[in-house]
């Protein structure tokens, strides 16, 4: 990309708008999308949000018919926060099964575009309705079909799935999910029923999706039984008011001042996190739901294999903390022997050095004469004693006993660390010792 200025690697690019603008006028931002590693969609969201003019629709047309349309103007902008872009690639935060998956995918798009065509889509599919819908979807079909007459229909509730639809887009629906279910279940995919919609598995991860129609809210237009039924409640409350009653709702009409209106968009959303992985389809301008049934699919093969990448990263992560808290705590355990063949040490050195004392004085010590010699034998016999009794404490028999007692030398060290020491633990900066 000969306009970038600042950075480009496989995970971010930085470029100025500048820079941008000149991709985009010299590239169709469907191959430029997919160099910077991101959706179209994706790339015109920037573009907009830094306020890069992009070429309109049929822009590229008119280049491969030999005509030359005007480019849109640039005006710089002393806002320096608009004027760098960042654009990261969604495929840097996937993991690599994952990221491989897209990639497939991608190589199988360009070989089909490769050897035919591509067969747009400008207008909603005339669907009939599907006789032997999909056993899962079977409760809401019936429930929903019953369902007639103006406004919106829904459907919720156990064995159902939850719906809010216009009326014309109920067979469409219920063809889509019966396609989509039987593709997925093709792919090897488990489908159930969840509390507001579906839930696709592989293994033990899974996703939840719902499918929904756009909708817009429009001015009511009230009808001639609504317009009596109005004038009548304002006679009510003007002759209320002549009363002096105040126990009349003065704000509700007889009719609501507007209507949530269908649209005839249907959008797909999984739900829950992505990291950078697909998780919405919609009806576009020249696309719908039932041409994506490809997409869609890979997506959740994307997105479970995402899940199931970062569910081992943490089941892994978790088995690496429980093993380094283990070895922290024989460390610790080692930390506290160690303190304690100190302990006996210095108390064998202080009790052997009081010994050579004892016994030093008394080699020298003369009772003498008079009465107080009888007391002073009474000394030397007590310190006799206290010698004998250091001299058994520092032998070699009870040493070895308490050596045995508190298993400060075992023959088989069960605190043996073939790692070495680990890390120690710190809490607010002071090493954790449990001594």
Not at 117 to 126: D, G, H, L, N, Y
Not at 136 to 153: D, E, F, H, S
Not at 407 to 430: A, H, T, W
Request: with cysteine; aromatic share 6%; proline share 5%.
């Amino acid at each position: 990309m000969a306009y970038m200025r600042a950075s480009h690697d496989e995970k971010k690019t930085i470029l100025s708008r500048r820079d941008l603008y000149e991709l985009v006028w010299s590239t169709p931002v469907t191959k430029l999308a997919e160099q910077f590693g991101i959706s179209d969609r994706g790339l015109a969201k920037i573009c907009e949000r830094h306020r890069v003019p992009s070429p309109p629709r049929g822009y590229w047309a008119k280049l491969e018919a030999g005509v030359k349309p005007k480019r849109a103007i640039f005006v710089d902008t002393s806002d320096g926060a608009l004027n760098v872009i960042e654009i990261n690639s969604t495929l840097s935060v996937m993991p690599p099964e994952a990221r491989l998956i897209v990639e497939r995918a991608r190589a199988e798009r360009k070989a089909q575009k490769a050897s035919k065509s591509a067969k747009r889509v400008t207008e909603q599919p005339k669907l009939e309705p599907v006789d032997q819908l999909h056993p899962l979807i079977a409760a809401t079909a019936k429930t929903l079909r019953k369902q007639r007459g103006p406004g919106m229909v829904h459907v919720s509730g156990t064995g159902l799935m939850s719906l809010r639809l216009g009326p014309d887009s109920v067979e469409r629906v219920l063809s889509f999910l019966d396609a989509l279910i039987r593709r997925l279940e093709g792919n090897g995919f488990a489908v159930s029923l969840v509390d507001k919609g579906m839930k696709v598995a592989l293994g033990v991860d899974d996703a939840a999706f719902a499918v929904s129609e756009r909708t817009a809210w429009e001015p009511h237009e009230p009808t001639e039984e609504e317009l009596a039924a109005e004038q009548r409640r304002q006679k009510r409350i003007e002759k209320a008011r002549r009363a002096g009653s105040w126990g009349i709702d003065w704000s509700s009409r007889a009719y609501p001042e507007r209507d949530e209106v269908p649209q005839g968009e249907l959008v797909l959303q999984i739900e829950g996190w992505s990291d950078g992985v697909r998780r919405r389809w919609a009806d576009g301008k020249i696309q719908r739901l039932e041409t994506l049934l490809d997409s869609i699919a890979t997506g959740f093969e994307v997105l479970l294999a995402s899940r199931k990448a970062q569910r081992l990263e943490r089941e892994q992560r978790a088995r690496d903390e429980a093993e380094l808290a283990r070895r922290q705590v024989l460390a610790e355990e080692r930390r506290k022997r160690e303190k304690k063949r100190r302990d006996l040490l210095r108390e064998v050195m202080s009790k052997s050095k009081e010994a050579t004392t004892i016994r030093q004085w008394l080699s020298s010590a003369d009772p003498g004469e008079g009465s107080e010699s009888k007391e002073f034998e009474r000394f030397v016999a007590w310190a006799q004693q206290r010698l004998a009794a250091l001299e058994d404490a520092i032998s070699r028999r009870s040493v070895a006993e308490v050596v045995r007692t508190q298993e400060l030398f075992p023959l088989v060290d069960n605190l043996y660390d073939p790692q070495g020491e680990p890390p120690r633990r710190y809490y607010y900066g002071m090493p954790v010792d449990d001594e």
